[in-house]
């Protein structure tokens, strides 16, 4: 685990930087589709959702109600599935995968807003907010990188 320093311009700015955003997302595509037939299934959706374990034990998070029935936890992944499948061909392309993951961090953007927060992410599971604060670093870097280079230019023209 790691944890990162980030608000809602962060992940803003990933998700608009369409070529850093897409190789994320691409590259978890890629892992999520098992088969490798280039488009997600309901089950291969459904796995990468279960990974999450956001349903577990009673309720989850110490949540004193029960846990879900099968049948609603069916009914909730059949629902995320559906967010998903765009077009309703019963599988997920990559654009239709990367447009709702635009969706959903441009969401999650929104709830953050714009005070800082430290948030806990998994850094082996290829953490979309964690790539989003790396991003935000290395453009920061490459600002100061930037500012040092033109002073150390204007001292050598000064001379």
């Known amino acids: 685990m790691?944890?990162?320093?980030?608000d809602g311009s962060?992940?803003?700015?990933?998700?608009?930087d369409e070529a850093a955003f897409a190789r994320s997302v691409d590259a978890r595509f890629a892992a999520?589709?098992?088969n490798g037939d280039g488009?997600?299934?309901?089950?291969?959706?459904?796995?990468?959702?279960e990974s999450f374990r956001l349903?577990?034990?009673?309720?989850?998070?110490?949540?004193?109600?029960?846990?879900p029935l099968p049948a609603e936890v069916t009914a909730l992944y059949d629902a995320v599935f559906e967010q998903f499948d765009a077009d309703h061909s019963g599988a997920v392309d990559r654009a239709e995968f990367r447009d709702e993951m635009r969706r959903i961090m441009?969401?999650?953007?929104?709830?953050?807003?714009?005070?800082?927060?430290?948030?806990?992410?998994?850094?082996?599971?290829?953490?979309?907010?964690?790539?989003?604060?790396?991003?935000?670093?290395?453009a920061i870097a490459a600002k100061i990188d930037a500012q040092r280079k033109a002073e150390a230019d204007a001292a050598v023209a000064a001379k």
């Open 2 to 6: 790691s944890v990162v320093v980030l």
């Open 10 to 16: 962060t992940v803003r700015a990933f998700v608009a």
């Open 32 to 34: 999520l589709d098992a």
């Open 39 to 49: 488009v997600l299934s309901r089950a291969e959706l459904r796995r990468a959702l």
């Open 55 to 67: 349903l577990d034990g009673a309720g989850g998070f110490g949540s004193a109600e029960p846990a």
């Open 106 to 138: 441009l969401a999650v953007a929104e709830g953050l807003g714009s005070q800082p927060l430290q948030v806990a992410v998994d850094d082996e599971g290829g953490s979309f907010l964690l790539e989003a604060a790396e991003h935000e670093a290395a």
